[in-house]
Structure formats: C-alpha cells, structure tokens
C-alpha cells in the first residue's frame, strides 16, 4: 500500500526543523574519518577474545577429555561435563560484565 506524502509549502519549510542536508558518499566518508565515533577499549576487546576462545576450546577441550581419557566410551557423560563447562563460561562472562558495569559507576561517584 502506498503511502502518502505531505509537500510543505514554501512558508512552512523555513521552520526552525530543518532536516540535516544528504551528502555524498565520498563526504560522508571524510567526515567518518574525522569523527569516528566512540572507540572500544583494549581491555574489553580482550575480555571478549579470552571469553570467545573459552566458549570455543573449552566444552570441546572437555568433551574430548572426558570421552577418551575420564570415561572412555561415555559420550554421554562428556556431553554433560561439556554443557556444565559451557554454562560455567557464560556465567564467569556474566560476572565479569557486572564488575566491570559496577567499576564505571563507582568512577562516576567520585
């Protein structure tokens, strides 16, 4: 269904809510360049790798252990140590996520 729209009158487009001009792509990346917005900092990059590698390696890792080596044959009780490991990471991501959030605060307190 189409829409309408509404044209402005000459008198009504000199209201104070001027919309910002559309630039160019080639303008929009130079002011991009200029302004690249809010940057991450290292520790929380670093934070979030150590947290990925962990959830990659460490069910697998377990997984692997625990069928071949703890209870070989078992695939089923490695399974679940492998889904306890899992849940164990997210709850330490959770955890440090919360610190961190509480650190910000305490900062701004003072």
Known sequence: MATRRNVKSSSEEKSDNVPAPVLPKAMQAERMKNNPGPSIPRSVLLKLFGFTVAMLFGPIGCYYLATNYIFPGSTV????????????????????????????ETKKDK
């Not at 140590?81 to 991501?93: E, Q, R, S, T």
């Open 77 to 104: 009780l490695g399974a679940s140590i492998a889904a306890v490991v899992a849940n164990v990471v997210l709850v330490l991501f959770i955890l440090v996520a919360m610190k961190e959030d509480d650190g910000e």
